[in-house]
């Protein structure tokens, strides 16, 4: 078998390897290497800059929601309070309109006894407590309240399993009343 000689001024054929590696042209694998090198630091430059914004943007919609968590926590506060409010003036003006049939009531009786008494004295109870309600706000209240629930629980408690009965007395009564006008409007048809 015969090798082909080459001499230092003969480049060896297309495709010809020397027993020492490649011996292509250095400047232009040099330059290649260049190349493969500015691409990857230029791709590592978009990621980072791809990550930073991503970041960023995740920041912004971040400060977004809390932004909107807020608006939306301040106006379902707001709508509270003016709900609050509304019961607020609605049981004053309710109280103050019992406080003035209790007085009619006691006022029209021609004879004082036992329940032209107790009338008299539910009014003047009545009015007392429309007016304590009216010069305070609806957070006022509930904060006296708790004052008193802590203050005094055993108290508390039973005040409210009697406010709870009478409600409940006076629902069922409006009931019976709405019931009963109902079935003597369709018994006279």
Same mark, same amino acid.
């Given at each position: 078998?015969?090798?082909?000689?080459?001499?230092?001024?003969?480049?060896?054929?297309?495709?010809?390897?020397?027993?020492?590696?490649?011996?292509?042209?250095?400047?232009?694998?040099?330059?290649?290497?260049?190349? %493969?090198?500015?691409?990857?630091?230029?791709?590592?430059?978009?990621?980072?800059?791809?990550?930073?914004?991503?970041? /960023?943007?995740?920041? /912004?919609?971040?400060?977004?929601?809390?932004?909107?968590?807020?608006?939306?926590?301040? /106006?379902?506060?707001?709508?509270?309070?003016?709900?609050?409010?509304?019961?607020?003036? %609605?049981?004053?003006?309710?109280?103050?309109?019992?406080?003035?049939?209790?007085?009619?009531?006691?006022?029209?009786?021609?004879?004082?006894?036992?329940?032209?008494?107790?009338?008299?004295?539910?009014?003047?109870?009545?009015?007392?407590?429309?007016?304590?309600?009216?010069?305070? /706000?609806?957070?006022?209240?509930?904060?006296?309240?708790?004052?008193?629930?802590?203050?005094?629980?055993?108290?508390?408690?039973?005040? %409210?399993?009697?406010?709870?009965?009478?409600?409940?007395?006076?629902?069922?009564?409006?009931?019976?009343?709405?019931?009963?006008?109902?079935?003597?409007?369709?018994?006279?048809?």
């Amino acid at each position: 078998m015969s090798y082909p000689q080459y001499t230092q001024d003969t480049p060896p054929a297309h495709g010809a390897q020397s027993g020492y590696g490649d011996q292509s042209d250095p400047d232009q694998s040099g330059s290649m290497t260049d190349h %493969a090198a500015q691409a990857a630091e230029q791709g590592k430059q978009a990621v980072g800059e791809v990550a930073q914004s991503a970041t /960023e943007r995740a920041v /912004e919609v971040k400060d977004e929601a809390v932004r909107q968590a807020r608006d939306l926590a301040g /106006e379902a506060r707001s709508q509270l309070a003016g709900q609050a409010t509304q019961q607020h003036r %609605a049981l004053v003006d309710n109280l103050r309109n019992l406080s003035g049939e209790l007085d009619r009531m006691s006022r029209s009786s021609d004879e004082s006894g036992i329940a032209t008494e107790l009338a008299s004295r539910a009014q003047q109870h009545t009015s007392t407590l429309a007016d304590w309600l009216d010069s305070r /706000e609806p957070t006022q209240i509930l904060g006296e309240v708790r004052d008193f629930a802590r203050q005094r629980p055993g108290t508390f408690l039973i005040g %409210a399993l009697a406010a709870g009965v009478v409600a409940g007395r006076l629902a069922r009564g409006a009931v019976q009343v709405h019931t009963g006008d109902d079935t003597a409007g369709a018994a006279s048809n």
